[in-house]
């Protein structure tokens, strides 16, 4: 399969709003009810919230594309747009989603490859990400790319509170020294 990361622009807002809408409700709607799910999806994932944050020069979108089918995508953030610790030598995976369809085929692989890629270009010392507890499937992905555990946070989902497990990796950047 010939995937294609691309770079997301704000002339891309209306497909970033269906693919994040609907990874985010394949992957969470059977944990939760459809009223906190509804309200989660249109205040989260609104055109205009969505346009403000590509709009963040410290956030960066990338679609995975399959032919011309998106097919997942990848939020990074640097400094201020971090959700939490926001230093200036770390990077925030705030989300990665594949559809459903075409998990286990490396398009994840291959965001996380961009990730490093781009942390070690700036010379970053860590990444970092916080994912729900439950699920195990992203931990274990995070694990085989050697992310460790350092801490939690609590999420709101709606009217639900949750628990983020929040893991890191650091980044060894001898090598790319000149
Ligand atoms: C987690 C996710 C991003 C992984 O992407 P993917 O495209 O399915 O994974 P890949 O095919 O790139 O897998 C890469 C490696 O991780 C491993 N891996 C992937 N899913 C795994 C799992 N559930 N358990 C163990 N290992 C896993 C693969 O075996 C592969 O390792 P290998 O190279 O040694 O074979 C994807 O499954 C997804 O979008 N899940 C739903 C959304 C989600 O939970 N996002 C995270 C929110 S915090």
């Known amino acids: 399969m010939q995937i294609e990361l691309k770079r997301a622009g704000k002339e891309d807002v209306d497909d970033l709003q269906k693919i994040s809408q609907k990874t985010f409700a394949d992957t969470f709607g059977k944990y939760n009810t459809p009223e906190n799910m509804r ?3 249109s205040e989260n994932y ?3 919230k969505l346009l403000q944050e590509i709009n963040n020069r410290n956030s960066q979108f990338f679609f995975a594309k ?5 097919i997942g995508y990848l939020k990074i953030n640097f400094n201020s747009a971090q959700t939490e610790l926001q230093e200036g030598n770390s990077l925030e995976i705030e ?3 594949v559809a459903k369809e075409f998990q286990g085929q490396k398009v994840g692989q291959s965001f996380m490859n961009k990730a490093v890629e781009i942390a ?3 010379k970053l010392r860590f990444i970092w990400l ?3 507890e439950k699920n195990l499937n992203a931990i274990s992905f995070y694990q085989r790319n050697g992310f460790v555990i350092f801490g939690n946070h609590v999420f709101k989902l709606g009217e639900d509170l949750q628990t983020d497990i929040m893991m890191k990796m650091e980044l060894d950047n001898k090598k ?3």
Do not use: A
């Not at 399959?66 to 998106?70: G, K, M, R």
């Open 176 to 178: 790319w020294e000149p």
């Open 46 to 48: 609104s055109v205009e």
């Open 130 to 132: 916080g994912v729900w």
């Open 95 to 97: 989300r990665i989603y």
């Open 66 to 70: 399959v032919q011309s089918q998106i």
């Open 120 to 122: 070690r270009k700036n």
């Open 39 to 41: 309200k989660y999806l």
